[in-house]
């Protein structure tokens, strides 16, 4: 049973940073990506960032490119998302996903296979 568990979220002023971290376990081989999407209260789940676990390539949404650094611990099966400069639109719910077989795309849900149970961000101005 592939668990994701979240943690680092919790609520910032404007300009400040947070750095989330999403664990996997019940499988450590084969992970061929990681992501993090967020949801902001009344709009759809959106794509923030991922990494490919082979060759390290990373994907940015264009509103957090700059601000946002996804990077993972293969020893671990962790990934981070280290987010400064936040903004009061970065307040959402953060989610963490990752997929066991190889695919193209990244920026979608159905490119995930296991998703974990999020964890909030709240950016005051």
């Known amino acids: 049973q592939v668990q994701l568990v979240e943690s680092g979220g919790g609520s910032v002023q404007a300009g400040g940073s947070l750095r989330l971290s999403c664990a996997a376990s019940?499988?450590?081989?084969?992970?061929?990506?990681m992501g993090w999407f967020r949801q902001a209260p009344g709009k759809e789940r959106e794509f923030v960032a991922a990494?490919?676990?082979?060759?390290?390539?990373?994907y940015y949404a264009d509103s957090v490119k700059g601000r946002f650094t996804i990077s993972r611990d293969n020893v671990k099966n962790t990934v981070h998302l280290q987010m400064n400069s936040l903004k009061p639109e970065d307040t959402a719910v953060y989610y963490c996903?990752?997929?066991?077989?190889?695919?193209?795309?990244?920026?979608?849900?159905?490119?995930?296979?296991?998703w974990g149970q999020g964890t909030q961000v709240a950016v005051s101005s």
């Open positions: 996903a990752v997929r066991y077989y190889s695919g193209l795309y990244f920026r979608g849900e159905d490119d995930y296979d296991y």
């Open positions: 990494i490919r676990w082979s060759g390290g390539s990373l």
């Open positions: 019940g499988r450590t081989f084969s992970t061929d990506a």
